[in-house]
């Protein structure tokens, strides 16, 4: 039998019929990371260097899988809007049992921590964002460099190679190459083998700027000096908006902080988490 790429937790089943991923580690209060939309991206390759440090604090920590992604079903009949990627994770955790939670996501996990955060700001006790999505119109994303290298590896007719993969991450996701392993990119590798483009294709999400007041709980935001995916603008939208917000502007970073400073990132994340 093939080994997995990544480490394999458990599945819940949705009203819908699909089934969702999740990884599920440690006892005490509850943090769930939301893991961005690129190409074999899933909740473990992308937060391996962090989720066991809140584990060992004290922490129940669920990793899920969004919809589309990892070892979630990924069905190729429907599209991918913000909405089913809330709806999706929110009866997930429904599923689960757990009723308050601290939302750790970034890029596209960031935008679905935000969107949770303005449809049941109940359940949300506080926010990790990691240069999210959500604060801009879909042009001014690609007009940014990173994005334009996203295009030009995954939309031409040459095949995505391992090593095609990691001059991506290489050239638009980090600073530092040598935080680019091989165990990366080969999980990442092999996830993207079990994708479908429909979730490429398909998936939309809004400008949630002019609702960011609407966020009350206490939000701790990172973003790369050196980020090449989402327009910095994001920052002061971010900063002016999320009223209870502490952001953190990490220098020789790209859009990986939680990898490329995952000390710093722990550290910080952490103090928030037990301090505010």
Same mark, same amino acid.
């Given at each position: 039998m093939t080994a997995k790429p990544v480490p394999e937790g458990r599945y819940v089943t949705l009203q819908s019929g699909y089934k969702m991923?999740?990884?599920?580690?440690? *006892?005490?209060?509850?943090?769930?990371?939301?893991?961005?939309?690129?190409?074999?991206?899933?909740? %473990?390759?992308? #937060?391996? %260097?962090?989720?066991? $440090?809140?584990?060992?604090?004290?922490? *129940?920590?669920?990793? &899920?899988?969004?919809?589309?992604?990892?070892?979630?079903?990924?069905?190729?009949?429907?599209?991918?809007?913000?909405?089913? #990627?809330?709806?999706?994770?929110?009866e997930t955790l429904d599923i689960v049992g757990v009723e308050r939670y601290t939302l750790i996501g970034n890029s596209l996990g960031g935008a679905i921590a935000l969107g949770?955060?303005?449809a049941h700001p109940q359940a949300v006790e506080k926010l990790v964002l990691m240069a999210p999505g959500g604060v801009e119109d879909q042009p001014e994303y690609f007009k940014m460099p990173g994005m334009a290298l996203m295009k030009e590896v995954f939309m031409s007719a040459e095949p995505v190679t391992a090593a095609r993969l990691k001059d991506f991450f290489i050239r638009g996701?980090?600073?530092?190459?040598?935080?680019?392993?091989?165990?990366?990119?080969? $999980?990442? #590798?092999?996830?993207?083998?079990?994708?479908?483009?429909?979730?490429? *294709?398909?998936?939309k999400v809004p400008n949630l700027t002019q609702r960011l007041h609407e &966020?009350?709980?206490?939000?701790?935001? #990172?973003?790369?000096?050196? $980020?090449?995916?989402?327009?910095?603008?994001?920052?002061?939208?971010?900063v002016h908006g999320v009223k209870n917000l502490r952001m953190i502007v990490v220098p020789r970073c790209g859009h990986w902080v939680m990898v490329e400073h995952r000390e710093l990132f722990n550290r910080m994340t952490l103090d928030f988490l037990q301090h505010g």
């Open positions: 991923h999740l990884i599920d580690q440690g *006892r005490g209060p509850v943090v769930v990371f939301l893991h961005g939309s690129g190409s074999g991206a899933c909740g %473990h390759s992308n #937060f391996k %260097h962090n989720y066991p $440090e809140l584990v060992a604090a004290g922490f *129940r920590v669920i990793l &899920i899988d969004l919809l589309g992604y990892g070892y979630s079903d990924k069905p190729a009949d429907i599209d991918y809007p913000l909405e089913l #990627f809330v709806a999706t994770v929110k949770l955060a303005l996701m980090v600073v530092d190459p040598s935080v680019v392993d091989e165990q990366t990119v080969n $999980e990442r #590798f092999q996830l993207m083998q079990l994708q479908n483009p429909q979730v490429v *294709r398909t998936m &966020i009350q709980c206490p939000a701790l935001g #990172f973003w790369g000096a050196d $980020e090449k995916m989402m327009p910095e603008s994001g920052i002061l939208k971010l």
